[in-house]
Structures are given as C-alpha cells and as structure tokens.
C-alpha cells in the first residue's frame, strides 16, 4: 500500500499462500459442501468466496476484519486487544486458527515464525495479522494468441492485464496493457 506521501506510521504486507485445486476441493468438501467437481474452472472462486464469508463473519459484519496479534496468532492465542492499524472499517479480535482454512493457518503460523528467526524484530506482537486479502492475481486467463494479442475465437477481443489473467500487480498490469496497445497500433492505425 501507499499512503500520500508515505506518512502513515504504518508498513502492509500480504503474505501469499499458494493454494491448489485439490486443497481447494478438500477444503470445500470439508466445509460440507456438496458434489464438488474437481475440475470445475470455478473451483478456487467457491473456495475464496468461502473464505472471504468465514472472515466477513468473523469480523462481526459491515467488512470488520477479523485479526490477531501476530506472536498470538502463530501460538493460537486470541488476543484480549490489537494494536493501531490503517484498515479503516476496524479490527475484532478473533481466533484466525478456526476462521481460516487449516493448511493456510499452518504454513502462516510457521512462516511468520520463520520470518522472525531470519529478520530481527519481525516476529512480534506489536504486529497485527487482519484475515483476509483472498486474491493476488485472477485465477483464470482468458486465451489469446501469442503472436497478436488477441482471442484466437472472438474477433476484436484483446485480452489484457490483471483481470484476464496476465498481470498480478500495477507494473505487470501496466505493462501488459502497453503491450497490447502497441499490438492495436501496429494492426490498426
Ligand atoms: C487493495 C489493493 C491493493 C493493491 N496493492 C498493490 C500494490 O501495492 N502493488 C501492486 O503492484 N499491485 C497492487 N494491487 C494490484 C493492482 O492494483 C492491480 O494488479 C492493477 O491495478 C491491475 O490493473 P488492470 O489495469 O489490469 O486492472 P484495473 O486497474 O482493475 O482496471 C480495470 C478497469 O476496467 C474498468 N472496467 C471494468 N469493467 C468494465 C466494463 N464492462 N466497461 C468499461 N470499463 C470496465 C474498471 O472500472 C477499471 O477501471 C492492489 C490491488 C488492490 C485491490
């Protein structure tokens, strides 16, 4: 994140956990789901929106984040308080153990642990763990033909940047866009 000027007293990070199609099924199955199709292409959309509804609850409604002191949240503590935070619509304390699904909470539990042993100071309490920013790039691409950019079936269509499945981040995306808008000058104009 970048705040104007970089003023705030506070630094983001999003700490990403690949998730697989299988881990996906097994948790939906898990969750009690039913006639769940592995090879759905809609698979990873069920399981995020599962897991933005496990922390909008949490949270206690009106997009409330759920959230724990991070040393609580690696030793399954609930915190009794939290810190400051820049997340405008607020905090709850909660148990992010229960809230999130089991292998997310372990690899973040041991990774933030890690973390610590590798960057002094980053292991903390003083650190607020906010569930959950559920996506980093889209999960689906939408095809296009490598030598031009475009759909190799809708005529006209140029798929590009982050929601076609192309860019995961502002330069990525910006420079995906740039790519296809010199593919539409050297074919059109
Ligand atoms: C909260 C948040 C924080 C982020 N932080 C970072 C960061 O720190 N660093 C980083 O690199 N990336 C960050 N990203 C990711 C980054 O913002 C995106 O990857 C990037 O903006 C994608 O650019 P884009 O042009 O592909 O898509 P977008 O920026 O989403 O642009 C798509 C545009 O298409 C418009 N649109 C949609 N449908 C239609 C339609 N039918 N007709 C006409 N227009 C339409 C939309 O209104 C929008 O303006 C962040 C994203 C979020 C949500």
Same mark, same amino acid.
């Given at each position: 994140?970048?705040?104007?000027?970089?003023?705030?007293?506070f630094?983001?990070? +999003?700490?990403? =956990?690949p998730?697989?199609?299988?881990?996906?099924?097994?948790?939906? #199955?898990?969750?009690?789901?039913?006639?769940?199709d592995?090879?759905?292409?809609?698979?990873l /959309?069920h399981?995020?929106q599962m !897991?933005?509804?496990?922390?909008?609850? *949490?949270?206690g409604?009106?997009f409330?984040? &759920?959230?724990? #002191?991070?040393?609580?949240?690696s030793?399954?503590?609930?915190?009794?308080?939290?810190p400051?935070?820049?997340?405008?619509? $607020? /905090?709850? &304390?909660?148990?992010?153990?229960?809230?999130?699904?089991?292998?997310?909470?372990?690899s973040l539990?041991?990774g933030?642990?890690?973390?610590?042993?590798?960057?002094? $100071?980053?292991?903390?309490?003083? *650190?607020v !763990? !906010?569930?959950?920013?559920?996506?980093?790039?889209s999960p689906? %691409?939408? &095809?296009?033909?490598?030598?031009? $950019?475009?759909?190799?079936? /809708?005529?006209?269509f140029y798929p590009?940047?982050? +929601?076609? $499945?192309? *860019?995961?981040?502002?330069?990525? *995306?910006a420079?995906?866009?740039e790519?296809i808008? %010199?593919?539409l =000058?050297?074919?059109f !104009?």
């Open positions: 994140m970048e705040p104007h000027q970089k003023k705030q007293p630094a983001n990070s +999003g700490i990403v =956990v998730v697989e199609p299988e881990d996906a099924a097994r948790e939906l #199955r898990s969750a009690g789901k039913k006639n769940i592995p090879n759905d292409p809609l698979l /959309l399981f995020q !897991v933005e509804q496990n922390c909008f609850i *949490a949270g409604g009106k409330v984040a &759920p959230a724990q #002191r991070m040393a609580d949240f030793n399954g503590k609930l915190s009794s308080s939290l400051a935070n820049s997340y405008l619509p $607020g /905090l709850n &304390p909660a148990p992010l153990k229960d809230v999130l699904p089991g292998f997310i909470y372990q539990a041991r933030f642990t890690e973390f610590g042993k590798k960057m002094h $100071g980053y292991y903390t309490n003083d *650190a !763990v !906010v569930a959950t920013e559920s996506r980093t790039s689906v %691409r939408i &095809p296009r033909n490598a030598e031009n $950019g475009s759909h190799p079936q /809708l005529q006209n590009c940047g982050e +929601g076609a $499945g192309y *860019a995961g981040g502002i330069v990525s *995306a420079m995906d866009g790519k808008a %010199r593919q =000058v050297s074919l !104009v």
